[in-house]
């Protein structure tokens, strides 16, 4: 009897598991991402991939099991007594049942045209949220449905579910806050949530209709609708990237001659990508196609509100001509001479992306701030000690999570990420005294510390990196735009910046960063021994960079110059200087207040060196050098050769090989008199 009451209760639970886990208090990561493991506690070593509904999962430590045995290993105890907890849930047999005495089947189809009935027509406040007046069945006022802990509350989206005959298999309840559970004992595996065509939509002009019907499958009923908004096709929602498969074999069982579209999520934060891989897989059993969002969409709902009504239009239509090379004939409309790789032939084996010539040359550059931050790029910032470059990137920081333009250029908004790498209270003080002054007083939510350094040349830190991405997103529903790593060298741990090894293994963690996380890494460093010859460290770190600036400090104000040294595919920016204001971020509690610098991001032709220091206005080719050792001079007055190498060393310059050859550039030029070790400053200074 016990094993007869364990099968039955394994049957009754597929398509169940997240549900049954969450009501026993057993967390397991959402959509099949990797998290801890729930058995061991081990981190980022579990995954529930939940095949067939079994509740399937796999722990690197732990092995692999489906969803009883998970019950089994978190509470300590046999299957048999796992089952019984599994049972005692709401809507699962409390008690073995006898051999002769089999479970009554619940009337799904009954109970869900039950549920319709009593619904009233009427806006979801989820949908509306996401910008669609879409009148649906809600629940109407004083109905509340709880499933798994979780309250439905009237005004609950009831999405009934059916198969490719018709007959509802059960339903999906969406809150207005978008928690979503299936009806209990629903049925989903090849059921979908349809939404009939819209005539009055036509594809863009230079794109042909096809001879048979178009049908498209997406993964989240928000995306059904912005693809029915952009392409007016038939669409058919599976409300799971594990039910593609199912629902594409139905699709195409019941209309052989269509033409089956997978309108996929791009779920770029996650190392499988599943809403890609799920629908390529099952555009490859049904001789489908997909189309992916465009950009730093990550469905096509984002990619309609993110771009328009038009761009998304048009961009749906292309992706769609070049995932399917039955309809090359359009080429000539679109690119002439361009032909396009059709990714899903049974001719090719291989999982690199293969594109034909020069296709793609008209893909927009895509950027964070345009002309200065391209975006999922690695770039830098370097400069001295004191050249206000921590100022700049709190900046550029605060301006990408609010929306707001820099420097009149365009922002693509999104959450940031910002490491303060050497800790302490400098960085929360630069960012509210930004607040206070450039943003009404209001604090900045989408800008995110790591008050500790992360290490890109360890796995385990790159992890956690993009778990915290992760986590933003979630928090902020925007997705992670920037990750700055507030600096190099107290993020490189105890390797050698000169070592090219060593600098690869970095430069390896911030791609892994990058591509995982779609995000842009900037990385704040200093500038080396010798200012004019650049960053510090090996030149593999330069070379790697998609942008590179360099900021020095303007004079002895509170300014900044900024210098574009590399923009790999676009032109660099002119240089410019930019202001600093000193801000009072707070009184402490002797009174006393507590300042900042805030950067304005007004930019302003850069004083000419010689206009800051007309001393050197006869110098000739004057370096950034050589301004640094007079700065330095005119601070110390007539000093020796050691006080002066003291006072360059804070500013990361190395007194070390050239300091005598620049001494006696000054000396030929009139400036400073050398005498052994003594230095004189020979020319009146006007400070």
């Not at 364990?6 to 991402?33: E, G, K, Y």
């Not at 605060?398 to 365009?410: E, L, M, N, V, Y």
Request: proline share 7%.
């Amino acid at each position: 009897m016990t094993s007869t009451f364990v099968s039955d209760i394994t049957r009754q639970a597929r398509h169940r598991w997240p549900a049954i886990l969450s009501s026993l208090s057993i967390p397991v990561p959402a959509h099949h991402r990797h998290g801890p493991c729930p058995v061991c506690g081990g981190l980022d070593r579990f995954r529930m991939d939940d095949r067939e509904g079994r509740g399937t999962w796999y722990c690197n430590r732990c092995g692999a099991g489906d969803g009883l045995d998970l019950v089994a290993r978190v509470h300590r105890c046999s299957l048999a007594e796992a089952a019984r907890r599994v049972a005692s849930l709401e809507g699962a047999t409390s008690t073995p049942p006898a051999r002769e005495k089999a479970r009554p089947t619940v009337n799904i189809t009954a109970r869900v045209s039950s549920l319709l009935a009593c619904c009233v027509t009427g806006e979801s406040p989820y949908l509306k949220a996401k910008g669609y007046d879409l009148a649906g069945p809600v629940l109407p006022a004083g109905q509340t449905i709880t499933v798994a802990g979780d309250i439905f509350p009237p005004g609950s989206l009831v999405l009934p579910l059916q198969d490719t005959t018709g007959q509802l298999t059960g339903a999906q309840l969406v809150s207005p806050l978008g928690t979503k559970h299936l009806l209990p004992s629903s049925h989903l595996k090849g059921a979908f949530v349809a939404l009939p065509p819209d005539a009055t939509v036509c594809p863009p002009a230079g794109f042909t209709a096809p001879a048979t019907e178009d049908i498209a499958i997406t993964e989240g009923y928000a995306t059904a609708l912005a693809v029915r908004a952009m392409t007016g096709m038939r669409i058919c929602a599976a409300l799971s990237a594990n039910n593609l498969l199912n629902v594409a074999g139905a699709l195409r069982e019941a209309y052989p001659q269509a033409r089956l579209i997978l309108a996929a999520d791009n779920d770029r934060t996650h190392p499988d990508n599943p809403g890609k891989l799920q629908a390529v897989r099952a555009a490859r059993a049904v001789n489908g196609v997909v189309v992916l969002p465009l950009g730093e969409a990550t469905d096509h709902d984002d990619a309609l509100r993110l771009y328009g009504p038009e761009q998304a239009h048009r961009d749906f239509y292309r992706q769609l001509f070049i995932s399917h090379s039955d309809f090359h004939q359009e080429s000539a409309t679109m690119k002439p001479g361009i032909t396009s790789v059709d990714r899903h032939s049974p001719e090719l084996t291989t999982s690199l992306p293969l594109r034909r010539g020069s296709e793609g040359y008209d893909t927009p550059q895509n950027y964070l701030i345009k002309g200065h931050i391209p975006g999922n790029s690695l770039s830098s910032i370097y400069g001295p000690g004191g050249s206000f470059k921590s100022f700049l990137a709190v900046s550029w920081a605060c301006h990408i999570a609010t929306g707001k333009p820099w420097a009149q250029q365009r922002v693509n908004q999104g959450a940031v990420i910002y490491v303060a790498g050497e800790g302490g209270i400098g960085v929360p003080r630069r960012i509210r005294a930004w607040e206070q002054t450039l943003n009404g007083n209001s604090p900045v939510d989408g800008l995110f510390r790591v008050d500790c350094a992360v290490f890109p040349a360890s796995p385990e830190s790159v992890n956690q990196v993009i778990q915290a991405a992760a986590d933003v997103n979630r928090l902020t529903t925007m997705p992670v735009r920037l990750i700055i790593l507030d600096t190099l060298a107290r993020c490189f741990g105890g390797s050698d910046e000169n070592a090219a090894r060593d600098m690869g293994a970095f430069i390896q963690g911030c791609d892994a960063i990058r591509t995982a996380t779609q995000a842009s890494v900037l990385i704040v460093h200093h500038s080396g021994k010798d200012q004019d010859r650049g960053a510090r460290g090996s030149s593999a770190f330069q070379a790697a960079l998609d942008a590179e600036f360099n900021v020095r400090r303007e004079g002895e104000g509170h300014a900044l110059v900024l210098s574009c040294t590399k923009m790999k595919d676009a032109e660099p920016p002119e240089p410019a200087a930019y202001d600093l204001s000193p801000v009072t971020v707070y009184v402490d509690e002797d009174g006393e207040p507590v300042d900042s610098l805030v950067l304005h991001d007004q930019s302003r032709a850069a004083q000419d060196p010689t206009a800051v220091y007309p001393e050197l206005a006869g110098v000739s080719h004057l370096t950034g050098n050589h301004i640094a050792v007079w700065q330095a001079l005119l601070d110390l007055g007539d000093c020796t050769r050691s006080q002066l190498r003291q006072a360059l060393r804070p500013k990361g310059i190395s007194a070390d090989k050239k300091f005598s050859r620049w001494l006696l550039k000054l000396e030929k030029e009139g400036v400073i008199t050398l005498d052994g070790e003594n230095i004189y400053l020979t020319i009146p200074t006007k400070r």
